[in-house]
Every structure is written in structure tokens, then in C-alpha cells.
Nanobody, 124 residues
Framework: QVQLVESGGGLVQAGGSLRLSCAAS????????MGWFRQGPGKEREFVAA????????FYVDSVKGRFTISRDIAKNTVFLQMNSLEPEDTAVYYC?????????????????WGQGTQVTVSS
């Protein structure tokens, strides 16, 4: 069992940056593929980024490529999402998720554990 807790959300102006954190307890994150998803108002939950068991294995949705970076600190058992050049369209609740597999998938149903989410609001 893995417990995930997100933090770092907030209100930021367009063009600004935020760094989300996902702290895990219960199991080491080195055994899980980790993902970030988001759900905007009136929208379905969508994949944002993932990092595999090897930190060189990352994957991003096209809309955030070049702006967002996912990383992992094994010693702190924490995953991060650095978000730069934020746009109003990035406004959403952001969720951290863990998958018991080395294969990176982008569907929410493929992930086994979820955090409670953190709100990100980008003003224009």
C-alpha cells in the first residue's frame, strides 16, 4: 500500500512557475512508475507526465512538453512536477498517482494509488 500526498499548488499569473510535490509513505517510490494527472473544471482527468523506474524514462502530454518537468528524489521518497510558463489552460486539480509496473501508461485506470489532489489556478 502506498499513500500519496500532493502539495505546492496555488494561484499564479500566466507565465509564472510552480513546483508540485508528491510525498509517498508506505513503500519506496523506486518500485513504481509515477504519474501526474490533472482535471480541469468540467473536464475529464487527463494525463500530464510520468516517470518510469529509470529516471531517464519520462513521458509528457504534448501540451506541456518543454514547460513541465517530472523528477524523483528517491532519498526523500518524493516526486516533483516543475511547471514553467504556466497558461490559464493549465488550471486544474493536479493528482499524483503510482503504478505497480515499469511500463509507463497514460490512462488513469492503469494507476493503482492516488493522492487527494492539489489545486493549481493560473490567472491571465
Amino acid at each position: 500500500q502506498v499513500q500519496l500526498v500532493e502539495s505546492g499548488g496555488g494561484l499564479v499569473q500566466a507565465g509564472g512557475s510552480l513546483r508540485l510535490s508528491c510525498a509517498a509513505s508506505g513503500r519506496t517510490l523506486s518500485s513504481y512508475t509515477m504519474g501526474w494527472f490533472r482535471q480541469g473544471p468540467g473536464k475529464e482527468r487527463e494525463f500530464v507526465a510520468a516517470i518510469g523506474l529509470s529516471d531517464s524514462s519520462t513521458f509528457y502530454v504534448d501540451s506541456v512538453k518543454g514547460r513541465f518537468t517530472i523528477s524523483r528524489d528517491i532519498a526523500k521518497n518524493t516526486v516533483f512536477l516543475q511547471m514553467n510558463s504556466l497558461e490559464p489552460e493549465d488550471t486544474a486539480v493536479y493528482y499524483c498517482a503510482a503504478r505497480r509496473s515499469r511500463v509507463i501508461l497514460t490512462t488513469a485506470s492503469s494507476y493503482d494509488y492516488w493522492g487527494q489532489g492539489t489545486q493549481v489556478t493560473v490567472s491571465s
